[in-house]
């Protein structure tokens, strides 16, 4: 192997996507990542430190990449509009890019501030959008927020691993439980105004 001058950091994050996509992360390694890119695999270290660090680095990636298809979907919108068009960018993200999306789940140091801040922008952006939307309370907008993002994480996950074999369309699944999710959002904004009418 003869080999390559001049791979810069986006080329391996690339590469590894790839690997990701195709294989599962499992198969993201130093060695398929060095046969890829037709590079000596120590040469990897001029990036990344070890295979902790390429997935942590990956990790951060997906994250950032997560949340501009999230930013770009609530543009212009509010409300249950704002978190349908989140709900489908994030599914979207999820099937296009399955291996930058299992990614973040190889994160090697969940306390790094990079990665602290990456997953709190995405947070916040679904924070913002129930807080403005529904006039939720800080800790009632954390609790929704966590329950969106369960739901749409686990549903993505059982997806693909295979875990839905009965004979119902899959895309009408997501639109019952992303309708359901916002109604029960409905049912406790009511109930906010009502308690707040009472004081």
Known sequence: MSPRNGVKLQDILRAAEDIANEQ???????????????????????????L???RQVLALHSLEQLEEALMSAAVG??????????GKAYMRYARERPGLYEAM???TDRNDTEMRQAADRVAELVITVLSSGYGFKEEDCIHAARGFRSLLHGFASLEQKGGFGLPVEVDRSIEVMMATFLAGLRVRQKRDVELTKEV
């Open 24 to 50: 599962g992360m499992g198969d993201v390694t130093l060695t398929t990542l060095a046969q890829k890119l037709h590079i000596r695999p120590p040469s990897l270290y001029n990036h990344v430190n070890g």
């Open 105 to 107: 789940l190889y994160a």
């Open 52 to 54: 902790n660090g390429l």
């Open 77 to 86: 919108r509010a409300g249950e509009d704002a978190l349908t068009a989140m």
